[in-house]
């Protein structure tokens, strides 16, 4: 979220100073059980589970953690990629998708279709999500 004022140009020259393939990307927890609603929380996993696929699609050691839905240790991600144009790009979408900004509303209607079309063809049986974890706490959430 340090990127959440940044354009993807920003995103893409920082990344390239760094020099670095193997990121961990961690996005903090919002809604933590019990004193938030069912519904926060599992959209908030939502959120988790979508972020997870879109970055698994161009990174080699792919891994992430399932923080309980009880306790605010934030969501990660952690692998390697070269292709940091597709990540800059990736983080820059992901996080204009959530962040409520007037100027990028195209991004966030995007973001929203996209995730739609993704949860459709889970539950088409046409993709398999690779943060697994994640899928069974939203469900639990979102069930009642």
């Given at each position: 979220m340090d990127f959440s004022d940044k354009d993807f140009k920003s995103i893409y020259t920082?990344?390239?100073?760094?020099?670095?393939?193997?990121?961990c990307i961690?996005?903090?927890?919002?809604s933590i059980a019990?004193?938030?609603?069912?519904i926060e929380i599992g959209t908030e996993y939502y959120d988790a589970?979508?972020?997870?696929?879109?970055?698994?699609?161009?990174?080699?050691?792919?891994?992430?953690?399932?923080?309980?839905?009880?306790?605010?240790?934030?969501?990660?991600?952690?692998?390697?990629?070269?292709?940091?144009?597709?990540l800059a790009?990736?983080?820059h979408y992901l996080i204009k998708g959530i962040v409520v900004d007037a100027e990028?509303?195209?991004?966030?209607?995007?973001?929203?279709?996209?995730?739609?079309?993704?949860?459709?063809?889970?539950?088409?049986?046409e993709i398999e999500p690779v943060c697994y974890g994640l899928l069974k706490i939203m469900e639990n959430n979102l069930q009642e």
């Open positions: 920082h990344l390239m100073q760094k020099s670095e393939t193997h990121f961690i996005m903090p927890r919002i019990p004193k938030d609603h069912k589970l979508y972020f997870g696929q879109m970055l698994s699609v161009f990174s080699h050691d792919f891994c992430y953690n399932v923080p309980s839905e009880y306790c605010a240790t934030p969501f990660a991600w952690e692998f390697h990629t070269t292709e940091l144009e597709k790009d990736t983080l990028t509303e195209k991004i966030m209607e995007k973001y929203w279709d996209d995730k739609e079309l993704f949860w459709s063809q889970y539950c088409n049986d």
